[in-house]
Nanobody, 121 residues
Framework: QVQLAESEGGSVQTGGSLRLSCVAS?????MGWFRQVPGKEREGVAS???????FYADSVKGRFIISRGNAKNTVVLQMNTLKPDDTAMYYC??????????????????WGQGTQVTVSS
């Protein structure tokens, strides 16, 4: 069982930036970030495969950057040019078994507790 721990989120104004990090208790080829707003389905935001390939939802392309930390069991999500629509609970996840599932935000097995990101207009 892999445990994931996200850093604290925060509140910013439109156009601002936030950085989220996640530490996993074990290495996995795929690590990613999801987000969820009350009443809506959870959606994939960004993911990274073991060879360094990164994948993004269309809604965040060009604004968010996902990367591995110095330790391979960590992942960082740099969020720039934030919009009110980015307000959500953000979850770190890992364990998708294949690169295509990592890319498609499916099959993730392990989840963090979530951290709140709020963007005000």
């Amino acid at each position: 069982q892999v445990q994931l721990a996200e850093s604290e989120g925060g509140s910013v104004q439109t156009g601002g930036s936030l950085r989220l990090s996640c530490v996993a208790s074990g290495y996995n080829n795929c690590m990613g970030w999801f987000r969820q707003v009350p009443g809506k389905e959870r959606e994939g935001v960004a993911s990274i495969w073991g060879d360094g390939r990164t994948f993004y939802a269309d809604s965040v392309k060009g604004r968010f950057i996902i990367s591995r930390g110095n330790a391979k069991n960590t992942v960082v999500l740099q969020m720039n040019t934030l919009k009110p629509d980015d307000t959500a609970m953000y979850y770190c996840a890992s364990g998708a078994p294949f690169s295509r599932s990592c890319r498609d935000f499916s099959g993730y097995e392990y989840w963090g507790q979530g951290t709140q990101v709020t963007v005000s207009s």
